[in-house]
């Protein structure tokens, strides 16, 4: 599948700046979670006499949350087929009345039938507008002009402060029905300030929209990249979730007030957790590199269920099992709706949405009714689950390490360079498909640097000089998949570039050095190209190349500024590394024919990525035409 976003133009209340699109939906989203989780609470309060934590799960849960499951066709054929700003305002004018049946039927002597029917209502409603916020989430992106990592981190938190705001209203409000109606009548009015240019939708008849639903399932279950980020937030998902509500059962009898109060308080840390596990991984703009928090998250779910099974203190568990949640639903959600086609996304959200609570609703109710019926005890539950998250975490660790390893290497790198992008390259870089990157080469750290700020995973050549060190050969060779360039002065045959052209057959963005060495001279720029590049583009011609400048590697730890690399230099302390990036293009043919022409070309359009810097680029006359080396060895 792929990330696209057809412009579509949305009416509304205007928010001032690049981030209003993003608080307009944060505030939105607010509001209709704590509506919803007042509206649970206070059923859980008064609808029964039972304990409070009794009520919210086998009252007002099951029938708020099953209509995302029930009816996930219909939901998301509205939220594909309907302006999404649309579809928010009516779910909240929707939500509006059912919480009022809700409420109509807890006066008095109480009908829990209309209860019943009025949660399901508003549950419906509210399906309807989680499918819609979770689907603006690439076009809220584009508009606010953030990375959707950090678009989905605010969105998540907005769920778990909602949440856990709503509850602390339900539970300890006098007056929570009025709060409840307030909340609603809010999250009508925010969804009015609201607007979003790209969103897109398919303006299609009903039978073609439940249709549309079938096929963009069945698109999303064949692609491989989508099927595994939603199995993974699904699964560990619901393994945080349901440790949690074994967690729950597990409170002592004692008095109701008592009980109350440890519920409350784990609900709340279990909130605190995922709020804030939402916001740290939000703190990686990297879409794909945010995937390496995952297994770190997973790690941190194993903890908390281990701390819940030993019997530990119920608060620093959920603590751990809600910061969990936050550190692997963003990375994941974020890749997943990014992955999916632009008149897709409703259908797309709809989808996650309904699995998610499906599996959720299925493990966690399965354990909770085994351990009501005494077959099992919730030590043993948690342990079953225990094996679960194991399974699930090594597979986290397998599916996602070279994104871990670059998450680890990223945070060790951080407090020595401050790497910026500049220019259109990168944001027109192909999310899918065959790419080429070039760029001059003043420093060893520079494939670091190109990887950090390229939005796709990139396959480097490497020399052998550092390719063959011990424990950096079996990273490079299994896990990062990085091409090794025999190194040498002169050689005939370069295998190399036949696995660099494989790359390429596949997909793959390549990344290359053309100079064939790192910077030795302060006063040549450029090293003349060597005719590797040409020889791969000359078998690949349609192939984008993507040329980019790194500016501040020459002088750093790592270049032969003075002295070799790390030879009597400091080390370097938030140094700026500026990378300019010139738009993809694809050689004429005609220009591909002759091999000095292609090669001075190249190196023209490195120079060129430097005005993005504000550097000057020297005259096309001034660029020697000398052959370089005959391999890149990108060393």
Not at 263 to 277: D, K, Q, V
Request: with cysteine.
């Amino acid at each position: 599948m792929r990330f696209e976003g057809p412009g579509q133009k949305g009416v509304g209340i205007r928010m001032n700046g690049p981030c209003g699109h993003l608080l307009a939906l944060w505030i939105t989203l607010f509001t209709r979670i704590a509506a919803d989780a007042c509206l649970c609470v206070l059923v859980a309060r008064q609808a029964t006499r039972q304990s409070a934590d009794d009520c919210f799960w086998g009252q007002a849960v099951p029938f708020f949350i099953a209509p995302a499951v029930l009816l996930a066709l219909l939901i998301g054929a509205i939220s594909n087929s309907f302006p999404k700003r649309r579809v928010l305002v009516v779910a909240a004018a929707w939500c509006l009345p059912a919480t009022a049946l809700v409420i109509l039927g807890m006066s008095g002597a109480g009908n829990d039938f209309v209860v019943r029917l009025g949660l399901a209502l508003a549950g419906s409603g509210a399906a309807v507008y989680w499918a819609a916020v979770f689907g603006l989430v690439p076009a809220v992106a584009r508009d606010s002009r953030l990375p959707p990592g950090r678009v989905t981190a605010a969105i998540g938190s907005a769920v778990w402060a909602g949440l856990a705001a709503g509850v602390l209203l339900g539970w300890n409000v006098s007056s929570a029905i009025a709060v409840v109606l307030g909340l609603n009548i809010a999250s009508l009015l925010a969804a009015l300030f609201n607007q979003f240019a790209s969103d897109a939708c398919r303006r299609v008849g009903w039978t073609r929209a439940v249709s549309f639903f079938l096929s963009d399932a069945v698109a999303i279950a064949r692609d491989r990249q989508s099927r595994k980020y939603l199995l993974a937030l699904v699964v560990l998902l619901a393994v945080a979730i349901s440790a949690f509500v074994i967690s729950v059962l597990r409170i002592p009898d004692s008095e109701p007030s008592e009980r109350r109060g440890a519920l409350f308080w784990e609900l709340i840390l279990g909130c605190g957790g995922a709020m804030a596990g939402s916001l740290l991984a939000g703190a990686q703009g990297h879409l794909l590199r945010a995937l390496g928090l995952v297994p770190y998250g997973a790690t941190l779910l194993v903890a908390g269920v281990v701390g819940e099974a030993t019997g530990a203190d119920a608060r620093w568990p959920c603590l751990l099992l809600g910061l969990a949640a936050g550190l692997i639903s963003v990375p994941l959600a974020a890749n997943y709706l990014s992955g999916l086609l632009a008149d897709a996304r409703g259908n797309g959200a709809a989808l996650m949405n309904a699995v998610g609570i499906a599996v959720t609703l299925a493990l966690s109710g399965l354990l909770a009714s085994l351990i009501g019926q005494q077959v099992v005890t919730a030590t043993a539950a948690l342990w079953s689950l225990f094996l679960l998250v194991a399974a699930a975490t090594a597979w986290a660790w397998y599916a996602f390490l070279r994104e871990a390893l670059e998450q680890l290497s990223e945070i060790i790198l951080w407090p020595f360079y401050r790497v910026k992008v500049h220019g259109p390259g990168f944001e027109a870089l192909p999310r899918q498909g065959p790419v080429l990157i070039i760029a001059n080469h003043a420093a060893w750290f520079d494939p670091l640097w190109l990887a950090k700020v390229t939005p796709r995973q990139v396959t480097p050549m490497m020399t052998s000089v550092f390719y063959d060190l011990p424990i950096l050969r079996l990273l490079m060779e299994k896990v990062v998949h990085a091409i090794r360039v025999q190194a040498s002065s002169f050689r005939r045959e370069a295998p190399e570039l036949d696995l660099g052209i494989e790359v390429l057959d596949k997909g793959g963005c390549l990344v290359i050095f053309p100079e064939g060495f790192v910077k030795r001279r302060p006063e040549q720029l450029l090293h003349p190209f060597g005719q590797g590049i040409w020889r791969i583009l000359s078998q690949r011609p349609d192939t984008p190349v993507v040329a980019c400048w790194i500016e501040g590697g020459w002088g750093s730890f790592t270049s032969h500024c003075g002295s070799p690399p790390m030879v009597r230099k400091r080390i370097d302390w938030r140094r700026p590394i500026d990378i300019g990036v010139d738009a993809p293009q694809v050689l004429n043919r005609e220009l591909l024919a002759d091999n000095r022409a292609t090669r001075k070309y190249l190196m023209q359009a490195c120079l060129k990525a430097r005005s993005y810097l504000g550097l000057q680029s020297p005259a096309e006359n001034q660029i020697k035409e000398e052959d370089g080396p005959e391999e890149d060895n990108g060393e």
